[in-house]
C-alpha cells in the first residue's frame, strides 16, 4: 500500500506556477515531520522543504526559498507544495517522504519547466 501519493506536477513556462499535493495514508499524518524532495534528470535526490508537525515550522533549501512554500492540512492528511517564480533549473521528479532522507517517498510528480 503507498502511503504517500504526489500530484499536480506539469509542464510550465519560466516564471510559471504549480501546486503540488501529496495525501497521505496508513499512518498518524499529523505527528510526523513532512519533506519535500526532488531530483533532477542526471542528479541525485536532494531535500528542498521541510514542515513540522503542526505546520508552524518550515524549512527550505536556499535556491528556492521565497520563491517555493510548503503547507499541510492535517485534517485532509496532505502536504503541499506551492512553486512559483518557477525556473528551467527546477526541472525534476518531486517527491514527498516522511523522512528527510526520502527513503519512504512516493512514485513521485514531474515537473517540467521550459520555454
Known amino acids: 500500500e503507498r502511503q504517500l501519493v504526489e500530484s499536480g506536477g506539469g509542464s510550465v513556462q519560466p516564471g510559471g506556477s504549480l501546486r503540488l499535493s501529496c495525501a497521505a495514508s496508513g499512518f498518524t499524518f499529523s505527528t510526523y515531520w513532512m519533506y519535500w524532495l526532488r531530483q533532477a534528470p542526471g542528479k541525485g535526490l536532494e531535500w528542498i522543504s521541510s514542515?513540522?508537525?503542526?505546520?508552524?515550522?518550515?524549512y527550505y533549501k536556499a535556491s528556492v526559498k521565497g520563491r517555493f512554500t510548503i503547507s499541510r492540512d492535517n485534517a485532509k492528511n496532505t502536504v503541499y507544495l506551492q512553486l512559483n517564480s518557477l525556473k528551467t533549473e527546477d526541472t525534476a521528479m518531486y517527491y514527498c517522504?516522511?523522512?528527510?532522507?526520502?527513503?519512504?517517498r512516493g512514485q513521485g510528480t514531474q515537473v517540467t519547466v521550459s520555454s
Open positions: 517522504a516522511k523522512d528527510s532522507k526520502g527513503g519512504t
Open positions: 514542515i513540522n508537525d503542526d505546520g508552524d515550522n518550515t
